[in-house]
């Protein structure tokens, strides 16, 4: 986590590093093991330059990746001054640098954070959520995508899902295959399975496991960033109040609209999809639990 005056999370940090650790062994499996079930080291060997190729464009290219899904474009001082200002006195008061500035057109009320680093990232706005909340219910979202770029959990979820877009690459080319031309319609087997099956049970397998982790690691990242801007901003209720909002508005939002910015809905304050047990957050009830007891604990005599 980058040194600033968010509050520490060391289970993020230890959860982080065991999704990456643990994803990473999955990669070195599949990688293997295709190789094993093909006979082939040179398979092995694509197999795994191109998922490090994923992970080193993920790493790179997050931000612009991040801004084209949401529709999202940077904005300058001048364009929205009074959004670059916020920004501005939460990372004086949170004494981290000023990140980009971005705003998405769109009416669906929602914020993220993408970027490889602090000094690329960007928090983005959409139009919507502009209109629907006050400007102390903003500076509560945006104190919790500020504490994303401090965590650097951005970018932890961005390169650690490219094991299961590796796997699922894999899957998909087992399906229609893809394998043939290097061996994988063969019955080498005992049961005479062809090798297209194992290559598809052990990738989709990986996927799986992959894209539970990154699940559990995201609804984990999020109650960490309610917790780090409700204490930086020392308001709770008024992020309390934002979450109603945006999934509120969310649920009264046109498919139509809801579908055009899908695509980053894992990035958003609140998932374009509410609920759900495949859900990228945790459930509104518990986040706002969460930012009650941090608001008792402020108002408690001595804190």
Request: a positive charge.
């Amino acid at each position: 986590m980058a040194r600033t005056r968010f509050v520490g999370d060391s289970g993020l940090t230890a959860r982080m590093t065991l999704v990456m650790f643990l994803l990473g062994g999955l990669f070195v499996v599949l990688v293997v093991g295709l190789a094993l079930a093909v006979r082939s080291p040179a398979l092995g060997l694509v197999i795994g330059v191109v998922g490090i190729g994923i992970a080193i464009y993920q790493w790179a290219r997050s931000d612009v990746v991040a801004m084209r899904a949401m529709r999202a474009r940077e904005v300058t001082p001048a364009e929205a001054p009074e959004l670059h200002g916020m920004v501005e006195r939460l990372c004086a008061l949170a004494d981290m640098p000023k990140p980009r500035v971005g705003v998405a057109d769109t009416p669906v009320p929602n914020a993220f954070a993408t970027g490889r680093s602090p000094d690329r990232a960007v928090v983005c706005v959409t139009t919507g959520i502009l209109q629907l909340l006050t400007a102390e219910e903003l500076e509560g979202v945006l104190a919790h995508e500020l504490s994303h770029v401090a965590h650097r959990d951005v970018l932890v979820m961005t390169v650690a899902s490219s094991a299961g877009i590796a796997a699922g690459t894999l899957s998909q080319g087992a399906r229609f295959g893809g394998l043939g031309m290097m061996g994988g319609g063969r019955r080498d087997n005992r049961n005479g399975l062809p090798v297209w099956v194992l290559v598809l049970f052990l990738s989709l397998l990986v996927y799986a496991v992959s894209f539970l982790l990154l699940r559990l690691l995201s609804r984990y990242r999020e109650l960490s960033a309610d917790r780090a801007g409700a204490y930086l901003t020392l308001q709770p209720g008024h992020l309390a109040s934002a979450l109603q909002k945006i999934a509120g508005g969310v649920e009264r939002s046109p498919q139509q609209d809801l579908r055009e910015v899908a695509a980053g809905s894992a990035l958003c304050i609140t998932p374009m999809s509410l609920g759900g047990l495949t859900s990228t957050h945790p459930p509104l009830q518990r986040r706002l639990e969460q930012l009650a007891r941090i608001e008792r604990d402020l108002a408690a005599p001595g804190a």
